[in-house]
């Protein structure tokens, strides 16, 4: 598995579009920085940005890779490997090729304009860890959208209506659901809705940070209790890790019953 | 000023009547200090030494000046009060008044004044009082430069820091308060002023006010609070350079108005509230070059409001700047600063040309159901803000800032967060 | 040793192998042939368990290669479109495939014979199809297996190397080894070819030398026989049993 990540890796972190995509975060942080002057307004631009770009990005990539290396996946599949170490050793080689990027391309200018030592280094290490989370699950979830449908307009099409699932569509169900039924007590409602979408959950884990005013002012009470604690943050991890894991077993499986 | 008037006034009164002077310590002849009260005629001086005098229940009856000598320690052992004024013309200054100890029964004070005129009350220290300094059918007083800290826990069983009741010109300036039920607390106060006090850490307002008509507020800090300012059925105040900052919870506010007449809160500071101003019925109010920064709600008007003005203001980086519950009636936004105005000024006279409307779509549905927070900045809200902006279906009409200012004002004071260093809070 | 026990697969609706039975015993280059749809590209994929079988049993060298992966050792394949990671070096590649097996090979030779030095360091995005074609031939006969899979070999070569390629079969039949080709390429197989393996809807249709298909057919040339192969192919079946020893390797069955 090692020898197929570093393969993927070294290969995915040569290639073009890994190197738009890191340059692009690059440019975009640099900008940012250089036209508000305040990191903390940023990172808040940023979130509005990365929020919705890593996961689509992570989606199309991970397919786009499948398709692309399908033939040597071939290869691959007649040496003497165990289908799954390739697979999933495929999966962390584009995950970790898109963190990279992501991580230079967010980190690096906020580190030459000094982050380190000041108030919003937390914040900071919020945006990265969490859309690092994010690349890791949306990752997973389009390479097992590709694995499963060989045709690639499919898999890709999957792709987009699980980021649109996930980005709008979850959010319009919640937001109905939580007008229609305002009448009841919704506050648990809204904390269980809320860490089922991982980028919801990952919007509110930064939120809290950010606009912790308006936040706690209101479903507060819960919001703040609950994701405001140790215990709250780490069942927000752990919900993450499995969202995580999910696409992992789902590759897993797939990579086990497919006929290449 | 009033400070020095009363001092001068004292001063022609006690050299008419040739005052004597008291010395209270330990070793001297006068070991406590209501021995010495008994013995001292009206206009007599009382210096009293350092040390610790166990005395509760001491009842200042005649006009006296009562000095410590670096803080003196009064101490009610926690069953009694500690200090009455009953007479006019007395002052009260460099003591340490501790130990009250919390009453369901009665409303203990460190120091309580009743019925007395022309009091000042300066430069104490009251420590772990019930209610710290209280006023009842008070007038002419200044209490000023007192550090007043609690220890409450609970509403139920803490007190007010500086409690006022029926009261009437009162000056409370430079004090420092915090750890009470209610920083300062007013109930029928009229002309008073309360000014550069920092208020903060108490339990559920830092300034709490009712009934109270005539009165002045300037320069006070009050952060922290658990509700933050509360101003209820009061006409004629002004409110300027006051500083709100980081009251946080679900019914906290930076400043909530109720009932309030004939107001000017003019160049006050409201940061990191979830709340910054709240108004239910409240009429003729002029909102003018104040700032909200980094607020929930900038501004939320519940309901029953007209004739309010909102000029010159600065709105920036609020999550929401306005939240109305109600029809928009006669109040006017106009010319305020918006840093969520998103247009153009073609013709740079520093206005934008297009008018702003600063209720947003998401902010009127969180009011109906507050649990939509948690789609805060999430891309499907985002969406319906922007479709409301194109094509508005709940904005109510009329709310629109015509002359939305293109920079944000400067503030003529400085801020908490600008000294913060130099503030040890 | 290749044995394939009643083999069925269909995808979807779509039977394309049926009940196959098959064996690959002896040293020598068994050119496996049949029309597109035919099942050739199917059978070699199971082989490599890259497709899994609804029905029947594989077995190599006399073990049941269902979910194994550790057979593969054993197998040498040289898959159809030789499309590479783009941006890895031919180096890079060559050091990753041999870390997968981590055992003595003979990549250094292979690479002289094609004349593949200079590329070492080029990115395989960059190589034309032929030279990939030319990695793909050295990642296939570096390691020293009994068995090789050929999936269209001679695709996109130019003669010499072709010459070549033809030098490394005759070496590798010379070990001993069992050699299984699918081509396009009709001289290619009538030159090198022990035996032809003719696949057609999913069934062995002709097994045998190709000098005996051309005797079969009364013509001169292996084209001509498989053409006219193809047109009666109603009329020929091939009975698998256990080959006799000697020159009649071949024992054509009539079907009715």
């Keep these: 598995m090692k020898n197929i990540l570093r393969y993927s890796f070294f290969d995915l972190i040569r290639s073009r579009w890994t190197i738009i995509y890191g340059g692009f975060y690059l440019i975009l942080t640099f900008a940012l920085i250089w036209l508000s002057g305040d990191l903390l307004k940023v990172i808040t631009s940023l979130m509005n940005i990365t929020l919705m770009l890593v996961p689509l990005i992570a989606l199309l990539f991970s397919s786009m890779y499948y398709y692309h290396s399908r033939d040597f996946v071939e290869l691959l599949l007649a040496q003497p490997l165990k289908r799954t170490h390739i697979f999933i050793g495929q999966y962390w080689g584009i995950a970790i090729s898109l963190s990279v990027s992501l991580i230079v391309g967010l980190g ?41 449908y060989e045709n690639r307009i499919k898999g890709f099409g999957l792709g ?73 943050i780490i069942i927000a991890i752990a919900v993450l890790m499995l969202w995580v894991v999910f696409p992992i077993g789902r590759i897993r499986f797939l990579a086990l019953r497919k006929d290449f | 000023m009033k400070a020095y008037l009363f001092t001068i006034i004292l001063i022609i009164n006690f050299s008419q009547s040739q005052a004597a002077n008291w010395q209270v310590c330990a070793e001297c002849s006068c070991s406590q200090l209501s021995e010495a009260i008994e013995a ?35 101490d009610g052992k926690g069953e009694s009060e500690v200090i009455t004024i009953t007479a006019d013309h007395v002052s009260l200054v460099g003591f340490q008044i501790q130990n009250v100890g919390h009453s369901y029964l009665e409303d203990r004070a460190g120091i309580r004044v009743q019925k007395a005129k022309h009091f000042i009350i300066q430069n104490n220290r009251l420590i772990n009082t019930f209610f710290g300094i209280y006023l009842e059918h008070a007038q002419y007083g ?82 922290e609070n658990g509700a933050g300012v509360a101003v209820m059925f009061s006409k004629k105040i002004r409110l300027t350079e006051n500083q709100f900052i980081e009251n946080w919870g679900r019914a906290a506010y930076g400043l909530l108005l109720k009932e309030i007449y004939d107001a000017d809160i ?91 409307n600063p209720v947003k779509l998401f902010s009127y549905v969180v009011n109906q159901s507050p649990e939509a927070i948690m789609l805060l900045r999430s891309t499907f809200v985002d969406l319906l803000n922007f479709s409301e902006k194109v094509s508005p279906v709940f904005s109510p009409p009329g709310l629109e800032d015509q002359q939305p200012h293109i920079k944000p004002f400067s503030q003529n004071f400085k801020t908490y967060a600008d000294d913060s260093a130099s503030q040890d809070f | 040793m290749i044995q394939l026990r009643k083999i069925s697969k269909s995808f979807r609706h779509l039977s394309v192998l049926k009940d196959l039975n098959l ?24 082989l490599l368990g890259m497709v899994l079988p609804d029905q029947g049993d594989i077995l190599i060298n006399e073990q049941n ?123 290619f197989v009538e030159e090198m070819a022990d035996e032809i393996v003719f696949l057609m809807d999913g069934k062995i249709h002709f097994r045998g030398s190709p000098s005996h298909l051309i005797r079969q057919y009364e013509t001169e040339k292996l084209e001509t026989a498989i053409a006219q192969m193809l ?22 069955v009539m079907t009715s």
């Excluded at chain 1, 969490?130 to 499963?148: D, E, K, P």
């Excluded at chain 2, 007599?44 to 000598?69: A, W």
């Excluded at chain 3, 064996?23 to 994929?45: D, Q, R, V, W, Y």
């Excluded at chain 3, 047109?231 to 006799?244: A, L, N, R, T």
């Design chain 1, 160 to 232: 987009i209506l699980i980021w649109l699932f996930f980005a709008v569509i979850y959010d319009g169900i919640v937001l109905l659901g939580l007008v229609v039924f305002r009448d009841y007590p919704l506050d648990h409602f809204a904390l269980g809705a809320s860490i089922f979408n991982p980028i919801d959950l990952s919007r509110i884990l930064i939120l809290l940070k950010l606009d912790i005013s308006a936040l706690m002012g209101y479903t507060g009470a819960v919001f703040q209790k609950f994701l405001g604690s140790t215990t709250g």
């Design chain 3, 231 to 252: 047109e009666k192919q109603k009329i020929v079946s091939v009975d698998v049993s256990p080959q006799v020893n000697g020159q009649s390797r071949l024992t054509p």
């Design chain 3, 65 to 187: 290669i269902s979910r194994q992966w550790a057979y593969r050792d054993q197998i040498s394949y040289l898959p159809q479109i030789a499309r590479f990671p783009e941006n890895l070096s031919v180096g890079e590649l060559i050091r990753m495939l041999r870390s997968l097996r981590n055992r003595p090979s003979q990549e250094d030779t292979l690479i002289r014979i094609f004349g593949l030095e200079s590329f070492m360091d080029k990115k395989l995005g960059h190589l034309s199809g032929g030279t990939r074609q030319k990695v793909n031939l050295v990642q296939a006969f570096m390691y020293d297996n009994p068995i090789l899979i050929l999936d269209e070999p001679t695709a996109g070569l130019d003669p010499v190397a072709v010459l070549k390629l033809k030098d490394l079969l005759n070496k590798e039949r010379e070990k001993g080894k069992i050699i299984l080709i699918t081509t396009h390429l009709i001289p």
């Design chain 3, 23 to 46: 064996s690959f015993e002896e040293a020598g280059i068994s050119a496996i042939l049949g029309p597109n749809g035919s099942g050739k590209t199917t059978m070699i994929k199971c």
């Design chain 2, 266 to 356: 003019i160049d006050n500071h409201f940061e990191h509230n979830t709340l910054g101003i709240h108004v239910e019925g409240c009429s003729r109010i002029l909102y003018k070059a104040n700032t909200f920064l980094y607020n929930g709600w900038a501004m939320r008007v519940a309901g029953g409001c007209s004739k309010n003005e909102i000029k010159g203001n600065n709105f920036i980086d609020n999550t929401f700047d306005l939240s109305m519950n109600s029809q928009v009636g006669d109040n006017y936004f106009d010319g305020n600063y918006w840093s969520d105005y998103a247009s153009y000024d073609l013709d740079r006279d520093g206005i934008g040309d297009v008018p702003h």
């Design chain 1, 108 to 148: 690096l200018p906020f580190l030459i304009f000094g982050v380190l030592g000041t108030s919003v280094l937390y914040h900071f290490f919020t945006l990265i860890g969490v859309n690092l989370m994010l690349t890791f699950i949306f990752v997973g979830l389009g390479f097992a959208g590709a694995l499963r």
């Design chain 2, 142 to 223: 200044l209490i000023s430069h007192n550090f007043i800290e609690g220890q409450a826990i609970e509403e139920m069983s803490s007190g007010n820091a500086i409690h006022l009741w029926y009261s009437k010109h009162v000056e409370i300036t430079d004090n420092e308060i915090s750890g009470h039920r209610d920083g300062i607390y007013f109930e029928f106060v009229d002309n008073s002023q309360v000014r550069r006090n920092k208020s903060h850490h108490n339990l559920r307002y830092g300034l709490h006010f009712m009934f109270s008509n005539d009165d002045e507020y300037h320069q006070n800090i009050f952060r």
């Design chain 2, 40 to 74: 001292a005629s009206p206009g007599d001086t009382l210096t009293v030494d350092s040390g610790l005098y166990q005395e509760g229940r001491i009842i200042i009856g005649k006009s006296l000046v009562l000095r410590g000598n670096n803080y003196p320690r009064i």
